[in-house]
T-cell receptor, first 115, second 113 residues
Framework: DGGITQSPKYLFRKEGQNVTLSCEQNLNHDAMYWYRQDPGQGLRLIYYSQIVNDFQKGDIAEGYSVSREKKESFPLTVTSAQKNPTAFYLC??????????????FGEGSRLTVL | QKEVEQNSGPLSVPEGAIASLNCTYSDRGSQSFFWYRQYSGKSPELIMSIYSNGDKEDGRFTAQLNKASQYVSLLIRDSQPSDSATYLCAVTVLIQGAQKLVFGQGTRLTINP
């Protein structure tokens, strides 16, 4: 079955630590995205990528970094520079591409808690 | 003004009734409109997309788009307890030459048996 796999589902981090969230898709989609969701709020775009080896900052990129070395993979690193990292992180992909985003397919999400 | 606005709710509807969810947007150039359903603790899933004025029906769901008034709505007929979720409206907004997807904050819907 095609889909998006995120890991880990739950992650606890001490302040000052970097953590990396994994996102893998086998939908053969070119565009991939990372969103952050805080309680009672909508989704905010962190980073997106249209093709391999290219990615763009979204609305809240500060304190985060990404890479896109393979079409299937788009990992997100939450660095110690992110002051309020506790949130629900969602990876998504789209067939139509980031410049004209269509329907998004989401992974199950990763819930990060800073202790 | 927020780019995409929804009433956060909660919206309570009795089972079997019609649930009506509304969304307004600020960019007249918006081209694509989506409704996502998100169960508590889960990721969003796409339930409807609409691209032109008028109604689009899919089973118990109907999306309505009015570009002149800049609103998009979602009707759920014969509401079931399983429809209880948060519904996110998403709209493409032209920013720096590219269409970007912007989400509203979501409306929490509760269907009461």
């Amino acid at each position: 079955d095609g889909g998006i796999t995120q890991s880990p589902k739950y992650l606890f981090r001490k302040e000052g630590q970097n953590v990396t969230l994994s996102c893998e898709q086998n939908l053969n989609h070119d565009a991939m995205y990372w969103y952050r969701q805080d309680p009672g709020q909508g989704l905010r775009l962190i980073y997106y990528s249209q093709i391999v080896n290219d990615f763009q900052k979204g609305d809240i990129a500060e304190g985060y970094s990404v890479s896109r070395e393979k079409k299937e993979s788009f990992p997100l690193t939450v660095t110690s520079a992110q002051k309020n990292p506790t949130a629900f992180y969602l990876c998504a992909s789209s067939k139509r591409g980031a410049v004209n985003p269509g329907e998004l397919f989401f992974g199950e999400g990763s819930r990060l808690t800073v202790l | 003004q927020k780019e995409v606005e929804q009433n956060s709710g909660p919206l309570s509807v009795p089972e079997g009734a019609i649930a009506s969810l509304n969304c307004t947007y600020s960019d007249r150039g918006s081209q694509s409109f989506f409704w996502y359903r998100q169960y508590s603790g889960k990721s969003p899933e796409l339930i409807m997309s609409i691209y032109s004025n008028g109604d689009k029906e899919d089973g118990r769901f109907t999306a309505q788009l009015n570009k002149a008034s800049q609103y998009v709505s979602l009707l759920i007929r014969d509401s079931q307890p399983s429809d209880s979720a948060t519904y996110l409206c998403a709209v493409t907004v032209l920013i720096q030459g590219a269409q970007k997807l912007v989400f509203g904050q979501g409306t929490r819907l509760t269907i009461n048996p």
